[in-house]
């Protein structure tokens, strides 16, 4: 059951203040219109997904903003403001798992058509053109591919994703539901850059935490300091040999259920250490399964496939932990008489938010006590710090986790982040460097 949503009293004092009632009525109807008995639906270049663009759309039109979409079907709103330039880019994705929740992606969209509102009604004109951005497919459940949106706003998408990646059930190449969704694939196989990262002052995402620690610490929001990169090995395998368990010494054993075991307290008690040494990491054995055909109760297990997820903010920590990782299958390879096979490797790059951002938002935020912290999902943000625009993330509470449809916002909360999201949109941007 998704709870109603209600105003509060505006928790930071701010002038002019975002509108949180447009945000609450757009929720609302996102709900109604994209959702189903169970949580809601927003397929990439979906039904539900457009569904999302067309209402911020006529929104945005209704305050006055310009809008364009691009080759990709990213949708820019803009808020004229006092001068031409580099504008202020801020928003998020508006697509969803399936059965998921309504305020992944939706809230840093909506966030910032609250704080266009808010300047329209209150008459102020910020000091840069203001550009709310609904960034399409960033939920590779649909197509299995990173931050799709994003990377094709800058002509980041290859021809062989375009023909080669394949929307999960109805089996629609990339570029054919781009195309069908009113895009341009053809401009995106080309590499042609639909914005120029030198005329994007800033980008900022707000998004709800998808993990537990805003609640844990009683913070309405975060400020976001860097998005985890990763190595991870999604089908790895321990192999050993079958034998008996009551015949078997101990001294000819080759069992991979004890060396993945081995393997895992080995690579967790390094995470304890580089964490003691103030090092940003997870570690994660997220699966671990012996083959139900041939493993009994009874058996000494001859093999256990695994997946292995590493995160840090950090090149150098992901570096070290490879590091760990070798040394620690060759001491168990060789004390357990088995052997690993950790098949392919794929990586997502750490992104590091932008200093100054960071400072600024946590000024602007202090007194409702913002946590800073590492954020460790994949975000569009990401596409844009390594597009080397100044990049920043304003995490909202949020129960439940997210990509399900428990997950929980308090609207006071979004409030907050759309206050401070306001205030930080009405400062003079710095010149790009
Ligand atoms: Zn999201």
Redesign the pocket.
Known sequence: MTPALSIAPDPVACDPRPDIALAVRLFTELRLRTGAARGITRASYGLGEQIAHDMVRREARKLGMDCRIDAGCNLYMTLRGQRRGPAVMVG??LDSVPMGGNF??AA?VLAGLAVAAGYRAAGVLPPQDLTVVAIRA??STWFSASYIGSRAAFGRLSGAELDGVLRAGDRVALGRAIDAAGGESAQLRAGVPQIDPAQIACFIEP??E?GPVLVARDRPIGIVTGIRGSFRHRHAACLGAYAHSGATPREVRQDAAMAVARLAVRLDDAWERLAAQGHDLTVTFGQMATDPNEAAFSKVAGRVDFSLDVRSQSHATLDLMRAELRQALAEVESRSRVRFDLGKETTSEPALMDRRIIADLAGIAAAQGAEIMPCG?G?DAAVFAQMGVPTGMIFIRNRNG?HNPDEAMEIEDFAVAAQVLSAFCLQEMPART
């Open positions: 998020s994705h992944d992606g840093g960033e939920e998004h709800i998808q999902a975000h997210s």
